[in-house]
């Protein structure tokens, strides 16, 4: 968009919006290294569908967004005309705690959406990373999850009516305030994971859960990934039900600390010299319930475990889990993330795959994540030695991907910028993707959201 | 229906399974539901590539599909009309594979239910989703309606439980939505295309998950004098804390029907009860019965029964879960609702189809899913009785409207069909339709699929002025629609 179009275009949003609402961070935002030419927060889905009415009719490209935490993923974009955040729609909707439902809207911050269930002993059993930032809506479009997804699902599993704007800026909506509903169709499912690229999302309502009262974290340590699988496999035979079960891999510990600045960002480089690397894998298993139930957790699982968390240190470890991905990026910008989607007993030939794609390819190794629903977080980490070429990461990405057992996939979350030119970033999936793109055309005829971005 | 097209479907599954003569037909020209219709043919493919060249030829001769699993469905998404080509699933009825290191079963449409779990129990699984006709309801059926059933309370419907469907499209494309991974890149599309009621495409193959048989489960019957009371209780259940498996109420009339139905120790004289079931480990189920009892009595339940085994257990759930067919041996005709209100507005929902039973002089049982909110008010009248016919069509419109107005939902896990497509209307405001429409036709353009359920037609939305509008069909009176 040449300058004066772009002003044209600013004023054009001014009248929507207000001036007050138009441009802002607007040099700072980057999204892969492309600037947006112009920022617009609107206060309300009237407001969204305006700006996207304006947008479809000039096939202006528009990158929805929320607290900024994961807009790298995905390919870079060809040009952003218009960022529209939804900074300003950051109001609780509406909260009935005896219904034990929520409505939020996109904007909001999840932790502050958290904060406030708290007041009632609820929570929403998400623990993604950077939840004082991450929204609403950015969660919802990129179906973030944690290691609750083990006992809970993914916000499909329990978001029960969401709100959006189409591509042409009619604002609709699916499902609805209570929990269990079949009328028309699941527009929840096709939003949550479609990366902004189907609609906008101003809002969603969700079924609240009661807080547990007492967790109680149980680490196992094992001196080999099949040892350490042995033993998820006897956790999953087991009547136990855990609200996380984690496998870490010995690359992986490193990381599990408060965010530290980079020493060399460009490389491998730890604060020590890591003379004998740990071989140590480890099983981790968050359970809640009276000391009753813990203690019989602990039967269960017996010797093996050799450490306990509660209360704080709990809190701690769970949230050094969380922010595994982003405490690997801060310390090293080169770093590839790639996350897979793996039936279970894929799990171990997956993990066997990163680690000899990444040995081949001059990578150190680093993995965790869900042992028992097969979402698992890589780290492809560069080695000290020669600086990596871009295609360093395609080749390795291409070795990993094709040592994965059928039916798995694996998206690339983050790899430098300069490297995705020569990657697939989402790869192949058992989804049929003529029908995916199909949709995408049905309510983004001109293709103005999240433009080559994403897999549609 | 045109004989070049019997002929067609012939050739494709062979002589003996498709059948067009009025006698045979007869018996497919209704489902659970209110609605019939007499289709034009009745077809029984037994493979995918029989599914893929039925679609094909329905595409190239403009004829209509009508997906049908056991016919258990109440809210007529399985009646076809006479120009459409029924596809009955009753042929592919095998599980293809159980994978226990994966939890996973991958099953033909129309494998019965509860067939599932019985297969798995031996490897100590299940599955969970227990619509209460999970006896003879198939899982391609519950993936078109997104089925329910008591234990959804903790562990969700059927797409909660779908990690992978091979489909036929309307032109006979062959497609794959996921597998045997929790998720997959891209769109969710499983998840999707699990309620769209045979819409988008015909499910011939389905991933679902294996669930943990619990360790523990105790099933407790609370018994009240007086429904009000048993309404609080759900509520002060529901934010006790404790997540039960199951939590279900029954009014005194709707006991008493069922006592005399299967005798399972219900009491005849109580105003309500509430059938309570807790699963897990052991410890925690014992803690939970405990926690639950204890909110019981605190609100005024007269007496909490624990089943003593697992034989009194089943007693009392098959009572539950045969409740329409006991009203059935009492009652001549009955018209079952289907709508959700949240959890805090149970005591007032009760109230309001008090009074709207006592307005039309109509016994209106209960018999519900109160964890989850999910009512199914079963009005009773006589269908030798025209005014009766309307005035029980005209107290469901008014419990439905109060579910609304409450922020509530027309259909909990029955399913729009064809009975509650009119009533969209009042859910949905014209552009939530025509996006649906629109990504319907991604799937399934000309609505050769199943046509004329769910989605109400676009044009007829916009005349509507009130509410709630008339359905156009007259159910019950027994006359094809």
Redesign the interface.
């Known amino acids: 968009m040449s300058t004066a179009t772009a002003q044209s275009v600013e004023r054009e949003l001014a009248s929507i919006v207000g001036e007050q609402n138009v441009g802002g961070q607007a040099g700072q935002l980057r999204i892969n290294g492309v600037s947006p030419a112009a920022v617009v927060s609107p206060g309300s889905a009237d407001e969204v569908a305006a700006i996207l009415q304006l947008a479809n009719s000039r096939g202006l490209v528009v990158a929805p967004a929320g607290g900024f935490t994961q807009q790298d993923i995905g390919a870079v974009p060809q040009r952003i005309d218009i960022l529209l955040s939804t900074a300003r729609m950051n109001t609780i909707a509406q909260y009935d705690p005896g219904d034990l439902t929520i409505g939020i809207n996109a904007g909001m911050p999840f932790a502050q959406a958290l904060e406030k269930l708290a007041e009632h002993q609820q929570w929403l059993p998400l623990d993604a990373a950077n939840l004082d930032k991450a929204t609403v809506g950015g969660l919802l479009a990129t179906a973030a999850a944690g290691p609750l997804k083990h006992a809970f699902g993914g916000l499909r599993d329990f978001c029960i009516g969401i709100h959006f704007v189409t591509a042409d800026g009619k604002v609709a909506k699916g499902g609805g305030r209570v929990v269990k509903n079949v009328a028309g169709y699941d527009l929840m499912k096709l939003m949550i994971g479609s990366y902004g690229s189907l609609a906008v999302i101003t809002g969603a309502n969700f079924k609240v859960f009661p807080r547990p009262r007492q967790t109680r974290t149980f680490v196992s340590v094992f001196a080999s990934r099949e040892e350490a699988l042995k033993f998820r496999g006897q956790i999953l035979r087991s009547p136990l039900q855990p609200l996380c079960l984690e496998i870490i891999s010995p690359g992986a510990l490193e990381y599990l600390c408060d965010p530290m600045p980079p020493r060399d960002a460009d490389h491998y480089a730890p604060p020590q010299p890591v003379a004998a690397p740990s071989r140590e894998w480890q099983i981790v298993l968050r359970a809640a319930g009276s000391d009753n139930v813990l203690a019989r957790y602990r039967r269960e699982l017996g010797a093996a475990v050799t450490r306990e968390h509660d209360g704080e240190s709990e809190k701690q470890f769970w949230r050094w889990v969380s922010h595994f991905e982003s405490n690997v990026l801060t310390r090293h910008r080169n770093a590839m993330v790639m996350y897979t989607r793996l039936a279970l007993k894929d799990v171990g030939p997956a993990i066997q795959a990163l680690e000899r794609a990444a040995a081949e390819h001059n990578f150190i190794p680093a993995v965790l994540g869900r042992a028992a629903t097969g979402s698992l977080v890589l780290a492809f980490i560069p080695l000290v030695v020669d600086p990596p070429a871009a295609t360093q990461f395609s080749n390795c990405m291409t070795a990993f991907r094709a040592l994965l057992p059928p039916g798995s996939s694996a998206e690339v979350a983050h790899c430098p910028k300069e490297a995705k030119a020569y990657l697939d970033t989402w790869g192949p999936t058992p989804t049929d993707l003529a029908l995916m793109k199909a949709v995408k055309q049905a309510i983004d005829p001109n293709n103005i959201l999240n433009r080559g971005r994403f897999i549609v | 229906m045109d004989s070049a097209i019997i002929r067609e479907l012939r050739k494709i599954v062979g002589k003996d399974a498709a059948l067009d003569r009025p006698e045979e037909l007869m018996l497919y020209e209704y489902d659970g539901g209110q609605d019939k219709s007499r289709p034009g043919a009745v077809v029984f493919p037994e493979t995918t590539e029989h599914v893929s060249s039925i679609m094909r030829l329905a595409q190239s001769t403009k004829t209509p599909v009508v997906p049908r699993g056991a016919g258990t469905g109440l809210s007529g998404g399985a009646i076809a009309s006479k120009q459409a080509i029924m596809l009955a699933m009753a042929r592919m009825n095998k599980i293809l594979e159980i ?1 226990v ?4 079963a991958v099953v033909q449409p129309g494998v019965v239910n509860l067939e599932v779990s019985n297969a798995t129990a031996k490897y ?1 699984y299940y599955y969970a989703p227990d619509p209460s006709s999970q006896k003879a309801c198939t899982i391609g059926g519950n993936v078109a ?2 089925s ?1 059933g008591p234990h ?1 309370l903790a562990m ?2 059927t ?2 439980h779908i990690t ?1 469907i091979e489909a036929v ?1 309307p032109d006979g494309r062959i ?18 295309f ?3 009621e045979g819409t988008m495409g015909i499910a011939t193959a389905i991933t679902v998950k294996l669930t ?1 048989l ?3 489960v105790a099933t407790l019957l609370a018994i009240y004098n007086s429904i009000e009371d048993a309404a609080n209780t759900v ?1 002060a259940i ?6 039960p498996a199951a939590l279900e109420m029954l009014d005194g009339w709707m006991v008493r029907c069922v006592e005399e139905n299967v005798h399972a120790g219900y009491p005849m004289d109580a105003a309500a009860v509430l059938l309570i079931e807790l699963e ?5 189920v014992e ?1 939970q019965a405990e926690a639950v009892s204890r909110v019981c009595t605190e609100q005024k339940a007269r007496e909490v029964r624990r089943a003593r085994d697992e034989q009194q257990r089943q007693l009392l759930w098959l009572g539950r879960k045969t409740a329409f067919g006991a009203v059935g041996r009492v009652a001549p005709a009955y018209y079952t609702q289907d709508g ?6 149970v005591p007032a929902t009760l109230q309001e189809i008090e009074r709207i039973s006592k307005k039309y002089g109509l016994v209106i049982a209960n018999v519900f ?1 109160a964890g ?3 009512l199914h008010p079963l009005i009773l009248f006589d269908s030798r009785n025209p005014k009766e016919i309307e005035d029980s069509h005209k107290a469901g419109n008014e419990i439905m409207a109060c579910c609304l107005r409450f ?10 069909g064809s009975e ?1 497509r009119q009533f ?1 209307t009042a ?3 014209e ?6 429409v ?6 399934n353009p000309e609505s050769i699929l199943n046509p004329q359920k ?1 989605i109400p037609d676009l044009r007829y939305c916009r005349e509507i002025t009130g509410p709630l509008p008339k359905p156009k069909v007259e159910p019950v009176s027994g006359v094809p629609v």
Not at chain 2, 238 to 243: A, C, L, P
Request: charged residues 25%.
């Open positions: 994978d290191e994966n939890q996973r100590g309606e997104n329910g959804t969700g419907v797409v909660n992978g499209l497609v794959q939505f996921g597998g045997k991974a929790q998720d997959s890149c891209g769109l969710d599309l499983t998840g999707f699990v309620g769209s943990r619990p360790e523990s509520v529901t934010q006790s804390g404790v997540t897990g480990l052991k410890e925690s803690e959700v209100i949240p959890r805090t507005k899913h989850d909110g999910n922020g509530g939902s027309i259909t909990g896990e029955h399913g729009v509650k969209m859910m949905f405001t552009d939530d339709l025509e996006v649906m629109r990504l319907r036709n991604a799937f769910m």
